[in-house]
């Protein structure tokens, strides 16, 4: 079994920046893909960057150059650095990874961090 655990959401001006966390742990063999949705009250899920194992990245428009996304493969970490947030980007962001077991490839998520930009 694999656990993802997010940490680093919270409350923001406009305009400040935040840092996600999500790390990863269980019976790991390697992890493929490391993705962060979002999902905004009353909207659907929507995918804000990915990050493979090779360290390519791509992003939503709507968070290209103020959102930067990494991961620290000894650490089985991936990390969100979000700056100019706006009051739209408030949602409760997941972290989703592609894991390999001594078995299986499997999609693992987060249990979801609270982001809140408001002044």
């Known amino acids: 079994q694999v656990q993802l655990v997010e940490s680093g959401g919270g409350l923001v001006q406009p305009g400040g920046s935040l840092r996600l966390s999500c790390a990863a742990s269980?019976?790991?063999?390697?992890?493929?893909?490391m993705r962060w949705y979002r999902q905004a009250p009353g909207k659907q899920r929507e995918l804000v960057a990915v990050?493979?194992?090779?360290?390519?990245?791509k992003y939503a428009d709507f968070v290209k150059g103020r959102f930067t996304i990494s991961r620290d493969n000894a650490k089985n970490t991936v990390y969100l650095q979000m700056n100019s947030l706006k009051p739209e980007d408030t949602a409760v962001y997941y972290c989703?990874?592609?894991?390999?077991?001594?078995?299986?490839?499997?999609?693992?998520w987060g249990q979801g961090t609270q982001v809140t930009v408001s002044s």
């Open positions: 990050v493979t194992s090779g360290g390519s990245t």
């Open positions: 269980g019976s790991i063999f390697r992890i493929y893909g």
């Open positions: 989703n990874a592609e894991v390999l077991d001594s078995d299986y490839l499997s999609d693992y």
